[in-house]
Structures are given as structure tokens and as C-alpha cells.
């Protein structure tokens, strides 16, 4: 059994499918390594959302058999060997085809939620 | 750690050191950076494993990892694992052992080139032809590459250590040729040599050459002595090789048939004739020449073509066997069907127990896909694993079939265990892992992960998954109850067959066949006075009570028939006279056999050469020919009265009772039995005794034949045995039937009640809480002992309806296997479901018993 991660208390647990889109959406500005989308996804969300490491590489590795991402190997500027993936062409369009999903779930959701509260 | 494994090892270790340097920067020490970004990173080796998941050339890897899951799973269980193995092993094991005798005997090619082209042409339905019919169809039929005919041939070897009776054919120089194999060593016989006077020469069997001359590979061109006569070894066929594939199957040697001027004969129907069908000609093609043939034979000589047949000679030597054999196939399909329900059952309620581990694995991120890879991994292991111990008892199945089979069924000895059957297995085993395994898979990863995590584990109540269980134990008990039904009629038809009086008293008789082909006692008139000094000296040694001699004994032998024509009626038409068997019987024959005389008397030493001419006949010639009339005193003659000369008429002096003559179970039929002194010439050079004795047969047989061969040490003695192993080989394979079918049932109720009881012990373990209530609010423990019975004999009920229906529509189909029993005996069709209800409510009885027993208290608190 993996140990329990140390708890956060404004950490929101992903939603699931979200990871793919959040991926996706952080490769769009450039290639990226692991670890890089890891503090993209961490630090856009102002610490709130973490992508776990046991979630962030299996989907990573999905990703790249699905031909939406493409990775290569680059020697990092402390000669470093590191493994850096890029956005394809398919990928954009995936990335597309989630947003608007998401942006429908917002909106439904929104819709729901704000006529509870009115 | 393959490439790839260390690829992903890199990029984790290189995200580790980027988080240990980001930590460094904003000012950790390097231990704090270390510990905290390992701590963050969780643990490494699960992500690495959830990761190499997603890598879809691993699913060989991971299917190797689920089986190590799956066996380790397994020896937490053996108890079930033990069970769930043998009972597929059993259902595998015996499909590849009925497979072993399908492949063997119906599938595999006879041993010829093109087997397929060869076919055999047949006089009366089966039956021999004349020597004339077969001049006539080879000289006009198109349709055949080559004919050849054969006729059986029994010499007697002398002049070597051992004299010996030898099954032998004579051929046409055509014959071993259409067949296509060549012989070992040496060559055929040529056309001229299939000419009287030129036709001393002998091809061995591979059999023959090794045991008479020791495999001496300086064999061709020695003589040997054939019944007194010189032949010269010219051939030997390789090992494997058997002409004819049916009727003469153990024959050891080849002569020529040197027909000679017989081929003008149409009478003395004794070849079988093999033709080669031509490359462009179809079978229908041939069939429709040869009727036109016939056809116009039967126009010039009436009586002699009348339904001549084509028939492939693969039809012709399995055609008897394949109803058994598809039946028995049948039968083990549905064990093997009723074994993979019970693995169902066993692991459907394994993955109830299980379900809140597949919860676990879910949560962590195992997909449906993945879940149910897992199961099959499982169930394909378990399949395997009862495949692999299938074969080994197939193995042995085998062995056993070939040891215990009746002697009648062909190419037997040939079979064993080859890679076709073990590729059927392994197929089998497969199909048999997906069969049982998907449905627990599929139950098992559908269901709702956050349910079964929130039960924790508490004994889930899936209504679909009980629904799964019944129709699985409906289902069992259908199948066995076809089996069971497919059982009872065959016991009820050997019964049957049993029941049978032969006619004769078969026990304390022994047996024998004497010939004197290799003796100085050949010629018909010094082989009379042999046979009556061999009666005298059998006679007196101790413990024979009677003793007599025939041609051929009912039941083993031959049928030998021969047209008769009665005194004072009109004379039939040519080939519409009646026919009856015949047999040549030397005095104290019928008394030997106790076939008792029911009018006038016996064949007696007074019926000699000399006197006159007189026949017994048996009751149903006598009522079928004389109805109304005192047969005594009438006569027949075995000579046409149409042709010139004067017949010889026979005189009815005995009137026996109507005994078995050849086929145990056919209905009676003319039969007469004929001095054999005033028909010596009708005797082949041996002759068959039998001794009634006082004791066992069997233990008087050294006596006998020392007696015989004081008079003459050439004389050969060959088929020992008693004639209730006589009548058992004529039953045996009825016998053998029976019991393979008993077997297969047998195992298959013991299967369905273990299913049942497994299914209602769940069901009552499952409402143990609802039990408890009830019991608490007062019911009575009848009424649970009610509840739960009913429960299993409602889904026995169904299953018993949903098996007579089966029963009804498959037992006709093994009709041709029953005798004396109609496939939809009412006693079989009653009796068998009875007997699989009374199982089945004792398999329900003891998990009702114990549900009733619960103590409300425990069983409340337990959940």
C-alpha cells in the first residue's frame, strides 16, 4: 500500500478526466518535462490543485499512446538528461474537444448551483 | 529491466531531482529537500508500476504478472483451487480422450493415398459379390482408375517352428496397387500372376515378417508352406499398413486370387470388390454409371443385381461406429459445459468475497478493462492448470478405452494421444477459462466500486448475480439430466440385449477351431475321419460332458446362407428364392448347444453319406414355409430344380428352436442345419468344435488340444474361447456404450449436486441477517428448512423441465444405438428425473438444515 501523502487542507482533490485536459492545456504554451507540468499545474491554480504523481505520469504515458502528446529526450541546461513532452497536432484538437466538455460542465453546474442559491 | 523500465526510472529520478533542486533554491538542506520531495513524489514504485499500465505492449508482461496474481490467489484457496482444477480436468480430460477416438477412427484418413477416392461396391445392400458381377462392372464402368476384389483366404502355415492359422486375403493384381502404398520391400503381384496355376506367391505384413521370420531382411524369394502348397515371398508391406479395413481387418498376408474360370460364376458371393474413383468423376457421377450398369445386368440375368451400391470405404468402416462415437462426443461436451458452471459458481462466490479487494484496486486506479484481464487471468490459469491434468487423465482414458474396448471397433489399437488432440486441448482449455471466467469478470469489475468499499466488505446482494447462479444451476442440471436419460436408455437397451435368449445355453461351452489345411488330413474324406476320431478323443477326456462340430458357431464366425427351394411349391422367381443359414453340424453338435428339438429328432451318427439325404430346421422356417402343416417329413432341395439335373431333396426329420445365428439382437430368421457327412465337400479344410464341460471351460482347454494333436501334431487349433465370451464380444460394444455413458453421467450429477449444494449453501449464508430476523419474529425452523428448499428445488425444477426437453429432442438422435427401447421410453423419462430430484433436495437439504439451526442472536450480530 503507497503511504498516505501528508495532508493539505485547501488541496482539492481532481476531478476525474480533468487531468488529461489540465495536461493538455499546459503544453499548449511549450514543451514541458514531468515535473514542470507537476509546478505549472500547482502553481496556476495558486496551490490548490496538485496532480499526484501516481495520476500525472499514467496519464502522461496514456497521453503519448494516444499520439495527443509526442515526447523526446533533451539534455537539460545542467546536462541533465530529461524526457520532454510537446503537444501534437491531435493533441490540440483533443484539447479543444475537452475544453468546451468543461466548459459545458461549468456552465450546468453553474446553472444548477446558482438557481439553488437564488 | 527492459529498456523501456529503465526509461521510466530516468524520467522519475530526473522529476525527483528537480524537485530536490527547487527545494535547495528556496533554502532547504539537502537530507530535508531529499526526504520532503520523495515524501511528495509518494511511493515511487507504485507509480512506476500504475505507469508501465498504460504501455500496451506490456499486456504479455502483465498477463504474466495476473497469472502470478492468480496463483498466489490459488494457494491461499487449495481447497477450491483443488476442486475447481479437478472438475475441469475431468470435463477436458474426457472430451480429449473422446476426441482421441473421433480423431483416430472418424477423422483421420484410412492410411491410403486419397483416401477420400476409394470406395467399395456392394452386392445387396452390404453384402459379397460374384465373381461374375465383378468381371461384368469392371469391364463396363468408366467412372474407376481401378478395381480390384479380394476374398478372405485362412491358410494354415506349416513347415516352420510354429504352424499356424493365418488371416489372409486373396487379390486381384489390381487391388494393393489402387491403394496407393507401396510395399516395404519387394513388389506386387503382376496380372500374369493372378492366374490359376501361377498364383503361388505372398506378400507378408509387417506384423507377419516379424514374428514368423524375424524381421530378416533376406525374406523375399523364400517359400513357405501355405496349406501344403509352396508359395514364394515376393513383398512385405510397411508397419501400419491394413488391407481390408473392415470384414478382414487383422489379415497378415497376400496372395493373388487367380479367379480363372470362376469369373464366369454368379453364383457363390464371396468378394469384395475396391474401385479408385477417377480424378474428374464425383461420387454422384459413379453412382449413376453403376446403376446404369446394374441396371442391364439385372435385365440379362434377373435376381443377380439387384441393390448394388457404391459406398466410400470410410463410410463403409466407420459408418457403424459413428452414432456411438457422436453421442459419446455429445456426452462429453456436456460434462465439460456442466464442469465450466460449476467453476462459475465457485468463482462467482469467490468474487463476492472478493469484491471489496477489486474495490480497493479500482480506487487505485485499476480500469474496468484492466479488472477483468485480471479475472480471465485467473480463470484462463485455473483453465490451463485443469487442462494440463485433462490430458494426463485423457492419456490414461485413452489407454483404458484401447484395453477395454470391444475388439469390433476399427483402427483401435492405432489410437493414441497426438498433437491435434493436445492443440483440441489446449483450444478447449482456453475457450473453457473464457467460458467460466467472463461472467464472474464482468459482475466483478461492474460493480460500483464506492458501494462495495462503503459495505466493507459485508456480504454483497446482487440480485443479478443470484439470477447468474440459478440459470447456471438450471442449466447443470438440464445437461445432466440429458446425460442421465442418454444413460438409462442405454442401460434399459443392454438389459435388453441381455435378456435375449440365444436360443442355446452359452455358459460351460468351450470352443475352437481346428484346421487341417497343413496336415496330411486335408483331402475332404480323410479330414471326415479326423474330425469324428478328434469328436471321440475330446469326448473322453474328463470333464467334457458332450462334445460336437459345425462350420461356424452363431454369433462369432460367419453367416454362411445358401438358397433353398421347397417340394411342391411353384418355383420362384430367379433370385427370389428363399434364403436360409446353413450350418454343417457333425452328431451331438445341437445337443452340445442344448438347442433343444422341439419335433421329430436330431442329427445322429445314422445320417451318413449313404443314407438318405435329411435337414433340421428350425421353428420359424417351419411355421414360415409349412404354416399350418406338419413340416415333419417335408422336404427342400439346395439344388436348383430349374437347371437339368435332378435335385437331391432333404428331408425334414427335426424341428429345432429358433436360435441367435448371427447378429445377437436381429430377429429370427430361416436357419437349418445339415449332416455334415453328407456335405463334406461344403467344409472348408477347419472345422469348429465345441465341448460342453462340467467345469470351467477355459481350464479344460490344454487337455482338449493335447487329445487333438496326439491324433495329429500339424493340426492348427486357433480361437480358443468360451462361448459366453463369445456372446460377451457380441454385446460388447453395447456394454461398452453403456458404460462410458454411465460414467460420463455419473460424473456429471456428482458436478450438478456439488453445484446446487454450492449455490444453496450461498444463497442460505447470504440470508443468514433475513433468517435471523425471521426466526426472531417466530418462525418456525420448518419453515425456514421450507424456505430455502423451495428455493433450490424450484431452480431443480425448472432445470429437470428444461433437460426433459433436451432429452426429447437429442435421445432420438442416438436411436440407431438402442435396441428394445424407444428413445422416449416413459420408464427412463420418469425414473431418471426422479432420481435427479432426490439429489438435488438432498443437495439443498443440508444447507437448509443448517440455516434453520441458526441462532437468531449470533446470526443478527454477525453483520
Known sequence: MPRKPPVHPNRIELLQGTLDLLILQTLQWGPRHGYGISQAIRTGSSEILRADTGSLYPALHRLERAKWIAAEWKTSENQQRVKVYRLTAAGKKQLLAERSRWEQLVQAMGGILGHEQA | MSKRDRRLREEIESHLRMAIRDRMERGESAAEAEANSRREFGNQGLVEEVTRDMWSWTWLEQLWSDVRYGLRGMRRNPGFTAVAILALALGIGANSAIFTAVNGILLRPLGYHDPERLVVLLNHGTGPVAPANFADWKAQSRSFDNMGAAELFGPDLTGSDRPEKLSGLRVTADVLPLLGVPPAMGRFFTPEEDQPGRQFEVILSYGLWQRQFGGDENVLGRHIQLDNKTYTVIGVMPAGFQFAPFWATHTELWTPLALGPRVAKRGGNSLRVFARLRSDVTLERAREEFAAITARMERQYPGTNRDQRVVPLKEKVVGQIRPALLTLLCAVGFVLLIACANVAHMLLARSSARAHEVSVRAALGAGRARLIRQFLAESLTLAMLGGALGLLLAYWGVRAMVRFAPSGIPRLETLSLDWRVAGLTLAVSFLTGILFGLAPALQASGQSSAESLKEGGRSNTGGARQRVRGLLVISEFALSLILLIGAGLMLRSFL???????????????????????????????????????????????????????????????????????????????????????????????????????????????????????????????????PGEDALGKRITLDNPSSSRVPTWLTVVGIVKNAVRYDWAAPPAEEFFLPYLQHTD?????????????????????AIESGIWQIDRNVTISEVQTMSAVVEGANAEARFNMALLAVFATVATLLSAVGIFGVMSYAATRRRREIGIRLALGARPTEILQLITGEGMLLALCGTAAGIAGALALTRLMAKLLYGVSPVDPLTFIAVPLLLTTVALAACLVPAFRAARTSPVTALRQE
Open chain 2, 496 to 626: 435388453a440385449l441381455q435378456a435375449i435368449d440365444p436360443g442355446f445355453q452359452q455358459d460351460h461351452l468351450l470352443t475352437m477351431i481346428l484346421s487341417v489345411g497343413g496336415t496330411q488330413n486335408a483331402a475332404p474324406e480323410r479330414a471326415q475321419q479326423f474330425y469324428q476320431s478328434a469328436l471321440e478323443h475330446v469326448r473322453a477326456v474328463p470333464g467334457v460332458l458332450s462334445a460336437g462340430m459345425t462350420n461356424h458357431l452363431p454369433v462369432a464366425g460367419d453367416l454362411w446362407g445358401l438358397p433353398f427351394w421347397v417340394d411342391g411349391r411353384p418355383l420362384p422367381h430367379p433370385g427370389e428364392e428363399p434364403d436360409g443359414a446353413f450350418r454343417l453340424a457333425l452328431p451331438g453338435y445341437l445337443e452340445t448347444m442344448k438347442i433343444p428339438v422341439v419335433r421329430g429328432r436330431s442329427i445322429e451318427a445314422r445320417d451318413t453319406a449313404t443314407a438318405p439325404g435329411v435337414v433340421v430346421i428350425n421353428e420359424y422356417m417351419a411355421q414360415r414355409y409349412w
Open chain 2, 682 to 702: 461344403a467344409m472348408g479344410h477347419y472345422i469348429t468344435l465345441v465341448a460342453r464341460t462340467k467345469g470351467d471351460p477355459a481350464s479344460l482347454a490344454p
